[in-house]
């Protein structure tokens, strides 16, 4: 996990402490259980003693959850309650459900809607049906912004100024060598999405999945956030992304923004015995590695 840059590190109205602290909470992902102060050192770059300090403030505030007898932490219920209130106030993935579930069905892809963590798209809202057994992530999974059709979407939806210091940070995260392969892909999804409206990602972040993403951007100022249509590649050729899985993204993003502006009603739930489980025994993490 990355320190804060110089700007932010020298800004008098930048908490310092607090930046810390919350990186402490970052640290922890769906799928890990406990983590000791030595793994949350390593994965947030600040020294042990500031680990254990903070951990224990953490733990004294209820963020936290000390097991003595493996000498580690899990996130406490108060933590989670930051979460649960922050999905249950992102009313566009309310509105947007009956739309993904539709898509779901006919395509028989995983669809998606995230938005930015860092280096990260991060899920917040997800359905998906027994076809996509080859892409299991769910809300709270995060995939990598620079590899991906939901990144990639997500990063031409910024203005420029904003985009180009997003790939300046990716750079820097990723290293100059390692990001010029993934630059040429983002360069190429950029053009696509000025022409279709929608970017693919083809075993470009893992062999075996194929996705489009498309953005929406809301009036309020918040996001933009990015949707996707994914699936194991043998359904999902690229060929079938160009023709039919990126026209149809388009299409359902447009129909989400008109039932934003009160334009269309969203679509009518359909009982689906296939349908997939908002839930599942934890969430596949898979970060910009």
Request: charge should be positive; hydrophobic fraction near 40%.
């Amino acid at each position: 996990m990355k320190r804060p840059g110089k700007k932010v590190a020298t800004d008098r109205n930048f908490v310092v402490a607090l930046s810390r602290g919350l990186d402490v909470l970052r640290a922890f992902h769906p799928n890990d259980g406990l983590l000791g102060n030595q793994e949350i050192a390593a994965r947030t770059n600040l020294p042990k003693p500031t680990i254990s300090r903070l951990t224990y403030t953490l733990c004294k505030l209820g963020y936290l959850t000390p097991v003595p007898r493996f000498e580690k932490y899990q996130l406490a219920p108060a933590a989670l309650a930051i979460g649960y209130a922050a999905l249950a106030n992102l009313g566009l993935r309310h509105l947007s459900e009956p739309f993904r579930e539709e898509l779901m069905r006919q395509t028989g892809g995983a669809v998606a809607i995230g938005g930015r963590d860092r280096h990260s798209m991060i899920y917040f809202g997800q359905a998906r049906s027994s076809l996509t057994v080859g892409v299991q992530l769910d809300v709270g999974s995060r995939v990598p912004i620079a590899t991906t059709a939901m990144g990639r979407a997500y990063i031409w939806a910024l203005p420029d100024d904003e985009r180009a210091a997003l790939l300046r940070d990716l750079r820097e995260h990723y290293g100059a060598s390692r990001f010029a392969k993934m630059k040429d892909g983002i360069e190429r999804s950029g053009e696509l999405v000025a022409k279709r409206g929608f970017a693919i990602s083809a075993g470009e972040w893992q062999d075996d999945v194929h996705a489009a993403g498309v953005s929406l951007k809301l009036n309020d100022g918040t996001g933009p956030y990015a949707f996707n249509c994914g699936a194991p590649a043998f359904r999902f050729t690229e060929d079938r992304l160009l023709n039919d899985i990126g026209p149809r993204l388009v299409a359902m993003v447009r129909n989400i923004e008109a039932a934003l502006g009160g334009q269309v009603a969203p679509p009518t739930k359909k009982p689906d015995s296939k349908k997939a489980k908002p839930g599942g025994k934890g969430a596949r993490v898979v970060e910009g590695i």
